[in-house]
T-cell receptor
Framework: DAKTTQPPSMDCAEGRAANLPCNHS???????VYWYRQIHSQGPQYIIH???NNETNEMASLIITEDRKSSTLILPHATLRDTAVYYC???????????????FGKGTKLSVKP | NAGVMQNPRHLVRRRGQEARLRCSPM?????VYWYRQLPEEGLKFMVY????????ESGMPKERFSAEFPKEGPSILRIQQVVRGDSAAYFC????????????FGQGTRLTVV
């Protein structure tokens, strides 16, 4: 089962920042936080991942609280093409086997509106 | 560097036939994951394979489903004696190693059982 909790849906105005929250209160010390999104029925797209420090790439920023029990994905300037289901996933890093799996929950359906 | 390639993109089978879904991982990737997505539902993990080994098949139905990832060639997800309930999108992902790396997804195979 997924170890994360996300709101089922959110709206965001085009051009504004989209802040997507995720709770992972039972996260272990060796688990990273990963974010993926799925646009319509396409294959999931990797966005970003992190352990405890904030991370930024060309797509988004990831803010992880100091206790690591929650995180926020930030899309700084949302566009209509960012409308998708966003998945927050915790994934063990230590090695192979089932520890490497990505277990998807229900995600947050983000609707970017003009 | 081509992405994860899945074929066919669409597959129609009659009840009782066999379905073979192929996944060619990204170059240099030796780990493959298969997921199933039923209409209007989330992605469900099925199986995780390395070259010539099944690492975790905890999400695979006990009957009719099998997967392989041979030393040469693509990974194959095989569904024998398909039923209407097998109609779904099947996605595969690949990564160069388990752990702290992103997994990249293909565009999926949409199986329709008639």
């Amino acid at each position: 089962d997924a170890k994360t909790t996300q709101p089922p849906s959110m709206d965001c105005a085009e051009g504004r920042a989209a802040n997507l929250p995720c709770n992972h209160s039972t996260i272990s010390g060796n688990e990273y936080v990963y974010w993926y999104r799925q646009i319509h029925s396409q294959g999931p797209q990797y966005i970003i991942h992190g352990l405890k420090n904030n991370e930024t790439n060309e797509m988004a920023s990831l803010i992880i609280t100091e206790d690591r029990k929650s995180s926020t994905l930030i899309l700084p300037h949302a566009t209509l093409r960012d409308t998708a289901v966003y998945y927050c996933i915790v994934r063990v890093v230590d090695g192979g086997g089932s520890q490497g799996n990505l277990i998807f929950g229900k995600g947050t359906k983000l609707s970017v509106k003009p | 560097n081509a992405g994860v390639m899945q074929n066919p993109r669409h597959l129609v089978r009659r009840r009782g036939q066999e379905a073979r879904l192929r996944c060619s991982p990204m170059k240099g990737h030796s780990h493959v994951y298969w997921y199933r997505q039923l209409p209007e539902e989330g992605l469900k993990f099925m199986v995780y394979l390395q070259k010539e080994n099944i690492i975790d098949e905890s999400g695979m139905p006990k009957e009719r489903f099998s997967a392989e990832f041979p030393k040469e060639g693509p990974s194959i997800l095989r569904i024998q004696q398909v039923v209407r309930g097998d109609s779904a999108a099947y996605f595969c992902a690949s990564s160069p190693q388990a752990g702290n790396t992103e997994a990249f997804f293909g565009q999926g195979t949409r199986l329709t059982v008639v």
